[in-house]
């Protein structure tokens, strides 16, 4: 089946740093991904999404300035954490469409846990 | 703005019962309804796909329910086991949004 790699899946950075998370589709091309925060015992939120070549669509309330999104290839999207504080602590996830359509399953990655001291 | 409410944050449940979740949505009809099972620290894995003009669907023990009239889904896990312990999502699918609910975690007891 479809194979959503993310990296790392945990991280530890002190406040004021920048972070990288890289989401990949193993075996299939992703025209759309999807970046995911959640926070302990509550839903996944959607903080924006991503296409292709050209720029990420934002949620509202979700800074596009501290969370950078590229996404250069039809396999790979990442998600930069400028400056990073103890408030953007969470766990990160992100999911990959295979066909383009929103009708279609999510494949996820397994998260990043993000922890900024 | 678009509401999903899961009915219950946690379910306890004795093995080999039928363990029921259920997913209620206000101001949105969408065109399909997903369900997923998220273990601690993982991402969700999706389960099933339910379509507006489908009422029931089946995958092994589990069956999902569609009501558009009352705008609510049904999970249904048969002969419930420890394994199934997990939290599920429902996840509403229109042309071009995706929301997740809240989740509802279940515990099923030996």
């Known amino acids: 089946g479809a194979v959503v790699s993310q990296h790392p899946s945990w991280v530890i950075c002190k406040s004021g740093t920048s972070v990288k998370i890289e989401c990949r589709s193993l075996?299939?091309?992703?025209?759309?991904m999807f970046w995911y925060r959640q926070f302990p015992k509550q839903s996944l939120m959607l903080m924006a999404t991503s296409n292709e070549g050209s720029k990420a669509t934002y949620e509202q309330g979700v800074e596009k300035d501290k969370f950078l999104i590229n996404h250069a290839s039809l396999t790979l999207s990442t998600l930069t954490v400028t400056s990073a504080h103890p408030e953007d602590s969470s766990f990160y996830i992100c999911?990959?469409?295979?066909?383009?359509?929103?009708?279609?399953?999510?494949?996820f990655g397994n998260g990043t846990r993000l922890t900024v001291t | 703005s678009q509401k999903i409410e899961q009915n219950s944050e946690a379910l306890n449940i004795q093995e080999g019962k039928t363990a029921t979740l259920t997913c209620n949505y206000t101001n949105y009809s969408p065109a399909y309804l997903q369900w997923y099972r998220q273990d601690p620290g993982r991402g969700p894995v999706f389960l099933l796909l339910i379509r507006e003009n489908e009422k029931e669907k089946r995958k092994e023990r589990l069956k999902v329910t569609f009501d558009t009239t009352l705008k609510q889904s049904l999970f249904h896990i048969t002969a419930s086991q420890p394994a199934d312990s997990a939290t599920y999502l429902c996840a509403l699918t229109g042309a071009n949004n995706l929301f997740f609910g809240t989740g509802t975690r279940l515990t099923v007891i030996p």
């Open positions: 075996d299939f091309q992703a025209t759309t």
């Open positions: 999911s990959a469409i295979q066909e383009g359509a929103y009708n279609s399953p999510l494949h």
